[in-house]
């Protein structure tokens, strides 16, 4: 019996997306293989932790106790140790949980976890840098244009211009650090993106990316680096309300059709777009899980983004491809455990 805590929540703009992962994961988990304690992460940055091990049945149990401050984050990854819990399932998604920092203290305190490390983590949230090392390694993507947002009108209208000529209308603009398709639109002229830059003038980073015309899907890849890895079969995005998979076509009911496989690809499309993303899975350094976003065009398939920590809500594509794989849930997060497991024992000197 493992002692297994997840952890929800999360001070981000997608805190509410990684309660429902969480919840999802929590409730998935097989109680005759784990003890699961639910830690709550409050937008206040302080961990909640129940007094014991919870049921699967058990109501809201990403929610702070009303009148009990929390913990810290390193006080709380300390009393995680001493309740004996030897793994940390982070269902958390954007800043704190998936970019790298919540990994680096788990690994200073020598707990393992489900998923990447520090570095491939910081890489794969950061659309620049991923774009530098995917480019590095031959891996086909959009054209696009990064760099600082404009400060003021003006500016933003001369660099709107630029941008159009560099990648042409229409476009989507992106913030450089942000998951969920938070801070993504859709632009469909000069004006559109100008309006983009000025509202995301706090940012530290902005990226604009030609629009790809062709099939939208995504590709899983289970497995740590040096041993055999899997990808599982990819998922077609048909968005049937909306200009493109945003936040309300990924999170409300009947706006969005995943199918898989894709209905575009035939068995000779599956495997390439497989290969690839294995490609950059490896080239991040991923461990345990990731997940390619693609747009197969008619040259080719063209990369938008590598996840290093999935979605695993009941809409999110992860589970609806191990699904389909004859993976049940449970199944899959038993594999994910195991794979952090088997990672915890190989880095042991």
């Not at 003006?154 to 990648?167: G, I, R, Y």
């Not at 706090?202 to 040096?226: F, H, K, W």
């Amino acid at each position: 019996m493992i002692d297994l805590a997840v952890i929800g929540g999360g001070p981000s703009s997608e805190h509410d997306v990684s309660v429902r992962s969480a919840t999802e994961v929590f409730r998935g988990l097989d109680r005759t293989r784990y003890r699961v304690w639910p830690v709550y992460w409050a937008r206040d940055g302080r961990f909640h932790l129940p007094a014991s091990p919870r049921r699967a049945d058990s109501e809201r149990p990403f929610a702070a106790e009303p009148g009990v401050e929390g913990w810290l984050p390193g006080a709380g990854v300390c009393r995680l140790l001493e309740l004996g819990v030897g793994c940390v399932f982070p269902a958390l998604h954007g800043a704190f949980g998936e970019d790298g920092r919540l990994q680096g203290m788990l690994d200073l305190h020598g707990l393992t976890y489900v998923g990447s490390g520090p570095a491939a983590s910081a890489v794969a949230m950061d659309k620049v840098r991923t774009r530098e090392c995917l480019a590095a390694h031959g891996v086909p993507m959009a054209r696009a244009w990064s760099g600082a947002p404009p400060r003021g009108v003006d500016a933003a209208s001369a660099l709107a211009e630029t941008v159009a000529a560099a990648v042409g209308m229409p476009c989507f603009a992106k913030v450089d650090v942000s998951g969920s398709s938070y801070g993504v639109a859709r632009c469909a002229d000069g004006s559109q993106l100008q309006d983009f830059l000025l509202g995301h003038a706090d940012a530290e980073r902005i990226v604009v990316e030609e629009c790809l015309v062709g099939e939208e899907i995504s590709v899983p890849v289970l497995g740590n680096r040096g041993h055999a890895l899997r990808a599982l079969l990819p998922v077609g995005i048909y968005v049937r309300e909306g200009a493109f998979f945003d936040v309300a076509a990924k999170y409300e009911p009947g706006r969005t059709e995943e199918v898989v496989p894709p209905r575009g690809l035939d068995a000779a499309g599956i495997e390439a777009v497989q290969e690839l993303a294995l490609r950059c899975h490896v080239a991040l350094g991923c461990d345990g899980v990731s997940r390619t976003d693609m747009i197969v065009t008619a040259d080719g398939p063209r990369v938008l983004e590598v996840n290093s920590l999935p979605g695993m809500t009941p809409m999110s594509l992860l589970p609806r491809s191990a699904a389909a794989e004859g993976i049940d849930f449970s199944a899959l997060l038993d594999e994910l455990v195991s794979l952090a497991l088997a990672r915890q024992v190989a880095s042991r000197p």
